[in-house]
T-cell receptor, first 110, second 114 residues
Framework: QKEVEQNSGPLSVPEGAIASLNCTYS??????FFWYRQYSGKSPELIMS????GDKEDGRFTAQLNKASQYVSLLIRDSQPSDSATYLC??????????FGAGTRLTVKP | EPEVTQTPSHQVTQMGQEVILRCVPI?????FYWYRQILGQKVEFLVS????????KSEIFDDQFSVERPDGSNFTLKIRSTKLEDSAMYFC????????????FGEGSWLTVV
């Protein structure tokens, strides 16, 4: 069973703070790792993808991957109220099926 | 910007009826997916489809489900005899190349089984 685990939250941070979202996965053969954002009633939208160990930065977002620990995280700097959403960790293996975690609900308070 | 389109956006059906959900993937995409999300729960992988056949399917995708690409553009999910627990948002998704990892989602089809 390929599992993707996230802290379901909710996570609440003040505006301007750093939000830290974490994810672990069970399949050591996983190749690709993604963070999606999902607003209520909407489809997931891709924020970041990461494929190799280390950090990847894109604007206010930084994804971190540690394959040895089977751990991937997302940092959101200078959090804004518009960042309030559910953040989904997704992991893809060799066979192209992408599995999602349950999501972490983030609230950024003005 | 090209997008994955899904119809209907919302369907209400009686238990035991057959339902077909339709998707038009982005035109140059080769790999197609169906996911479902029961209200308040996680996005669950159902099936992936490549080169006119199922590539991978989950334990959820049992005999009541089927997929096909009847005309080279539409990609459909059929639920043969719907149950109350099939009520969910169904997302179609596609990716451009076999080696590409970015999956693009449609807006979803809400299915309510009564």
């Amino acid at each position: 069973q390929k599992e993707v685990e996230q802290n379901s939250g909710p996570l609440s941070v003040p505006e301007g703070a750093i939000a830290s979202l974490n994810c672990t996965y069970s399949d050591r053969g996983s190749q690709s790792f993604f963070w999606y954002r999902q607003y209520s009633g909407k489809s997931p939208e891709l924020i970041m993808s990461i494929y190799s160990n280390g950090d990847k930065e894109d604007g206010r977002f930084t994804a971190q991957l540690n394959k040895a620990s089977q751990y991937v995280s997302l940092l959101i700097r200078d959090s804004q109220p518009s960042d309030s959403a559910t953040y989904l960790c997704a992991v893809k293996g060799n066979n192209n099926d992408m599995r999602f975690g349950a999501g972490t609900r983030l609230t950024v308070k003005p | 910007e090209p997008e994955v389109t899904q119809t209907p956006s919302h369907q209400v059906t009686q238990m035991g009826q057959e339902v077909i959900l339709r998707c038009v993937p982005i035109s140059n995409h080769l790999y197609f997916y169906w996911y479902r999300q029961i209200l308040g729960q996680k996005v669950e992988f159902l099936v992936s489809f490549y080169n006119n056949e199922i590539s991978e399917k989950s334990e959820i995708f049992d005999d009541q489900f089927s997929v096909e690409r009847p005309d080279g553009s539409n990609f459909t999910l059929k639920i043969r005899s719907t149950k109350l627990e099939d009520s969910a948002m169904y997302f179609c998704a596609s990716t451009p190349l076999l080696s590409s990892d970015t999956i693009y989602f449609g807006e979803g089809s809400w299915l309510t089984v009564v």
